[in-house]
């Protein structure tokens, strides 16, 4: 059997003005394979297979390269088959990014270190695969980061270090938490640019041109307005938590009776 777990990236590549290569990894799925000795067999079939439903469901991504985990008997992160699994994914797409992710939670993270190959050659002839560390960045959309957050949450409750909170407050929390955490996002862009301009930071172009487009695509509406709305909102939030609330306690009342009665 296989003692580790190999995939397919997919996502797509960006090459700026400088000729710079930018590999964005937004999808993957896992491929059957086996490793004896030196040899490898993958699953080319389910490969196609799974990249063609993929694609009918995203036609924007591509394949970029392919993840593994580390070798369970030595940890290292780029073994002897992995030169053969690279060669496979080269025909798959241009030059393939091998992303190693270490799922042992040292230090309680999920370590991503990336790779790129190159050929050695001599005299023309290649002879082996050289495999070059990138630098990586992880990124979360907004629906993710919140979803993150609130399994982070879930489980700091159910270790008890987090009191639980009741259903009738729970997206009022959640709402809460939102707007502290929108606010402490808020009070750090501001910091930053004043430090700029009073000279105390250094600034950067694309950091500014991030501002001014959030600002930009922000709409024009008095304070007054904005309160109310928000007031109109959170309103109807909690009317929309009371009836589910309310409903909720209902068939509970609605199943007890049917066992009491034998209905």
């Known amino acids: 059997g296989a003692g580790r777990v190999i995939g397919t990236l997919l996502g797509k590549r960006y090459v700026d ?7 964005e990894v937004t ?11 030196d040899e490898v067999a993958i699953g080319k079939d389910f ?11 995203n036609r924007g991504e591509s394949v970029v390269g392919w993840y ?11 073994v002897d088959t992995s030169s053969l699994i690279h060669e496979f994914y080269s025909d798959e797409c241009s030059d393939p990014v091998h992303l190693v992710v270490d799922a042992a939670l040292a230090d309680d993270r ?25 630098r990586v960045s992880l990124g979360a959309t907004e629906p993710e980061r ?12 159910a270790d008890g270090k987090q009191p639980p909170a009741n259903e009738g407050d729970a997206d009022v929390s959640r709402l809460r938490g939102s707007m502290e955490t929108l606010l402490s996002m808020l009070e750090s862009a501001g910091d930053y640019v004043d430090g700029v301009v009073d000279g105390s930071a250094i600034g950067d172009d694309r950091v500014g041109r991030e501002v001014a487009d959030t600002l930009a ?15 109109d909102g959170m309103q109807d939030l909690l009317m929309v938590t009371y009836l589910s609330n309310l409903t909720r306690a209902q068939l509970a009342i609605a199943e007890k009776l049917n066992a009491t009665l034998g209905v």
Request: net charge positive; charged share 20%.
């Open 17 to 23: 003005d400088m000729g710079h290569v930018t590999v």
């Open 27 to 37: 999808n993957c799925f896992a491929v059957p394979h086996a490793e004896r000795g």
């Open 47 to 57: 490969n196609r297979q799974m990249l063609a439903l993929h694609t009918r469901a």
């Open 68 to 78: 593994a985990t580390p070798c369970p008997e030595t940890g290292r992160h780029v």
């Open 110 to 134: 999920v370590g991503c270190r990336a790779y790129t190959s190159s050929a050695l050659s001599v005299g023309g002839t290649a002879l082996a695969n050289a495999f070059h560390e990138v």
């Open 146 to 157: 919140i979803c993150v957050d609130r399994m982070v949450r879930s489980e700091a409750a």
């Open 217 to 231: 695509s922000m709409p024009k509406v008095r304070p007054e307005a904005f309160a109310k709305a928000f007031e």
